[in-house]
């Protein structure tokens, strides 16, 4: 967690320092919102042993807050401008290295884990008043909204950019497809 933080203040200072005409900070403090969400969610799976009803509630509770904020945070206007993009167009190539960095270092990897860890977590779920139907409704709908917010990422991303940033949804991307095939039989 303090990791986390120490990075998004050195990141949230320098990008306000540098760059204080753009409106990347909101989208940087969602990341980093869903980045500690996903953290929880990490830790709580790493415990999780099955017949922990307390444990499922949680942790599909935690899905649910996640995928709600996610899916906010793909939304803009001129009132939460919350992306990578203002009304002068998309990031500078400075603003959008410094955000995929920032992602790198947190976002992907700990999503990428939690769902790794939900796919070997299923038989454990089942073996907890049958919770994969559960799970399995958490894992599309937090698909939904985590593509959503990936796409609107992109387009605020400069042209350099958006080969990597397509690579990163499709690295992602499968990684749901993964987890949601995994509870889907
Ligand atoms: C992220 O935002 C949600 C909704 O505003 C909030 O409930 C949650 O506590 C926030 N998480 C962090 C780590 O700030
Ligand atoms: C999502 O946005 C709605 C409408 O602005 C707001 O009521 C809700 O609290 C937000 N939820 C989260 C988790 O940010
Ligand atoms: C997820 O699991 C796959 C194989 O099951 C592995 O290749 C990949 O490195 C794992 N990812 C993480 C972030 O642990
Ligand atoms: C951006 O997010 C909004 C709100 O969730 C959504 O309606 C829109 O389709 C998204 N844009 C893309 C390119 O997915
Ligand atoms: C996508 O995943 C592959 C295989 O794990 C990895 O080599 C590559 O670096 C990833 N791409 C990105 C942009 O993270
Ligand atoms: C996850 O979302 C992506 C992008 O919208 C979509 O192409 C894919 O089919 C979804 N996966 C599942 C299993 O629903």
Redesign the pocket.
Known sequence: MLFFQLLFFTVSVSAAFLYSERDIESAEADLMNITTDLANIDTELSFFTPGNINAAINIDDQFE?VS??T???S?WNSQ?PQLCVSQNGAATPDDADGFINMAEGGYIPVILDVLNKTVAAREAFAATNGFVPVILKDLIAYNVSNSLYLANLTLGAPPEFKPLALNIIRNITMAFNKAIAAYSD
């Open positions: 807050a709600t904020f899916r906010n945070a939304l939460t």
